[in-house]
């Protein structure tokens, strides 16, 4: 099919998009009476309209039977995390056993590195990629302090080549190689948060892992966005948080995976708290931490049932939408953005906008980054003040995420027309 610039063309893939309508399912933020166009789900995702009632139904259960909710809430609140699991499994392709919602993410990031990051005298090292999400830079640095090493030495960044936008994965790879001597552990993101590059996953497990490392992925940027099939890719662990593209509501809670060869071994070290003692035995209260041998082993505290009852809300929204119909979209979206981007700099004498996103398919999710050539300030305040919820990065990146449960097709082409409008008038 030949994607066209119009407006009925994109109505047309609307009238013929099997989603369509659970745009209906969220609160959508409104400007001055009607819908903003909400490109910022990579950001905060929207709410489900269900949520409100899933919470009430803890508070209702709270409200009724105190300490005894623990047992007999309608969703028992001592497993409630459970409850997640298999859904989660779902979104990141491993088993069941080998995820659980826990913490925030940057939480997960350290609490993961006390296990997996073990360096001595000759392995000490961390591949990452350079300008990663600054919390993962301060998480990396202070372990890699933490246990004597200076991050200079210790912390090797993978940028793109100079005059490139995108990180290279042969140039991951090659790294690797270089430095499989004396590398512990190779971190990075599964979709960088600045481009929307998607990495090669498995590519980087796999070279990682004959270098001697460990490897693991953050997924901030990943779930909820792009397939995963984490246990497949043999991936050794990952986390993420939930409030980007999987809609559990701002500070909502984070999720781990833990490949299984890992999850099952009790005795790997960690720091434990008694949610990760062995369910049978946990209410003796006995000295001596015995570890659930899954996922569950790594928690510390009991469940933030209300964050965690806002994710099940969320969670439910995309088991009824099915993820298969939801990747299918989320290609034609971000394909329809590309191609009417790149029409903004058809018939210009140079072009307007860049594309820092990758166009190969494969290596891009719902983000679309546009390096803004021209009037990018004044573009982004056209947008703002006609509703459209965008990301500014200076000095001149848009950033937006269509997303397919609540992103049409006549959104992106509403912000195609906005920015053309304002390249006229400036
Ligand atoms: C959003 C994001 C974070 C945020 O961390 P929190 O601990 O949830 O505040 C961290 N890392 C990356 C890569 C992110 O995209």
Request: with cysteine; charged share 20%.
């Amino acid at each position: 099919m030949n994607n066209q610039d119009t407006l009925s063309f994109a109505q047309s893939l609307d009238q013929q998009d099997p989603l369509r309508s659970f745009r209906n399912t969220f609160h959508i933020p409104q400007l001055q009476g009607k819908d903003v166009i909400y490109f910022t789900g990579n950001s905060l995702g929207l709410q489900p309209k269900r949520t409100a009632q899933y919470i009430q139904q803890e508070l209702e259960d709270w409200a009724q039977l105190g300490v005894e909710g623990h047992f007999h809430a309608r969703n028992p609140w001592m497993p409630y995390h459970e409850i997640l699991s298999r859904q989660l499994a779902a979104v990141v392709g491993s088993k069941t056993s080998e995820v659980v919602a826990m913490n925030q993410l940057t939480v997960n990031l350290h609490l993961l590195m006390v296990t997996f990051y073990q360096p001595t005298t000759e392995r000490y090292k961390i591949i990452c990629e350079a300008k990663a999400f600054p919390s993962d830079q301060y998480a990396l640095e202070s372990q890699v302090r933490y246990h004597g090493f200076s991050p200079d030495d210790a912390i090797v960044e993978i940028a793109p080549r100079p005059g490139e936008t995108i990180i290279r994965e042969e140039d991951v790879v090659t790294a690797i190689e270089q430095h499989k001597d004396h590398l512990a552990l190779v971190l990075m993101g599964g979709v960088n948060y600045y481009t929307g590059q998607v990495f090669d996953m498995p590519a980087i497990t796999k070279a990682g892992h004959r270098a001697g490392a460990i490897v693991g992925f953050d997924l901030a940027h990943a779930v909820g966005n792009i397939e995963l099939q984490l246990h497949d890719w043999d991936v050794d662990f990952a986390t993420w948080c939930s409030y980007k593209y999987l809609n559990s509501g701002p500070g909502g809670v984070s999720g781990v995976y833990i490949h299984e060869r890992h999850a099952t071994n009790i005795n790997l070290p960690r720091f434990a708290g008694w949610w990760g003692y062995e369910k049978e035995t946990r209410f003796k209260m006995d000295k001596g931490f015995k570890a659930i041998p899954t996922a569950e082993g790594w928690q510390l505290s009991n469940a933030p049932v209300l964050s965690m009852a806002a994710h099940k809300a969320s969670l439910d929204v995309f088991e009824e939408a099915g993820w298969e119909r939801i990747h299918a979209k989320r290609k034609l979206l971000s394909g329809y953005t590309h191609f009417l981007m790149q029409q903004i700099n058809v018939g210009q004498s140079e072009p307007l906008i860049q594309i820092l996103t990758p166009a190969d398919e494969s290596r891009r999710g719902c983000q679309v980054s546009l390096l803004m050539l021209k009037n990018g300030k004044s573009i982004f305040e056209a947008l703002t003040k006609q509703g459209v919820i965008a990301d500014w990065r200076e000095p001149n990146v848009i950033r937006i995420a269509p997303v397919p449960l609540y992103n049409s097709y006549e959104d992106v082409w509403r912000f195609s027309e906005i920015i053309k409008s304002t390249l006229n008038n400036a």
